[in-house]
């Protein structure tokens, strides 16, 4: 992500859930949610003190609960599927499921009211796909993997059927995305790069940085 002071670079390594996965709910809220906002110190503090493979931070205000530290949130009651209704970025994992699931019911997501779930599913390009099985602060257990089994597939599948994007760029037939950016998306450039805006920016601003020179 750039701005006209700073460049903000996120570098982390993708991680594989497992199924003891917890959530522990804090009272957290991003600034610009829409955005994703960058200035993650506050949930790094309780991050780095958690094993990733097993746990993240549902992140709490008002009684309601929006995201976590990492993925969007999917709440699973009597096979149908709701997620928070705003005050949450909805990422390009989140986009990908919509499109597979069709429907997602947007709702308040009162955390007195989370015994009525059956599954909680964290979706997101870290983490991918993880069902939490339990929220320890208010007991809550997870009932169910039937929908997390349904999506970790979609997930699964659509990793194995589109190949990396180093392959990609290596085959004649499949040209390289970046050399073929739209003029009209470049933010600035010179003779070594370009600043292309994102797609799905994660804050204001958010732009990817291509060298003209590569492979």
Known sequence: AVNKKMISIS????IKPKLDFTLKLVKLK???????????????????????????IGLCSDK?????GTSNILFVKNNKFYSPAKNCYKGITFKF????IKK?????????????YDEIILIGSGKGVASVKNVGTIRW???????????????????????????????????CLFCN????????????????????????LHCLIIPKRHF
């Open 97 to 100: 499921f919509e499109s597979k």
């Open 11 to 14: 570098l982390r390594q993708r």
């Open 104 to 116: 997602i019911i947007k709702k308040d997501i009162m955390i007195n009211r989370l015994s009525e």
């Open 30 to 56: 991003r600034e610009k949610p829409e955005f994703k906002n960058l200035k993650y110190q506050k949930i790094l503090k309780h991050l780095s003190k958690m094993d990733n493979s097993r746990s993240d």
């Open 64 to 68: 309601k609960i929006f995201e976590t």
């Open 141 to 175: 257990k997870r009932k169910s993997l039937k929908n997390f089994n349904l999506l970790n597939n979609y997930y699964s599948s659509a990793l194995k059927k589109y190949p990396r994007y180093w392959y990609m760029v290596k085959d004649p037939n499949n040209p």
């Open 181 to 204: 950016s739209n003029a009209s998306g470049i933010a600035h450039q010179n003779e070594l790069a370009y600043a292309s805006y994102d797609t799905y920016p994660v804050s204001n």
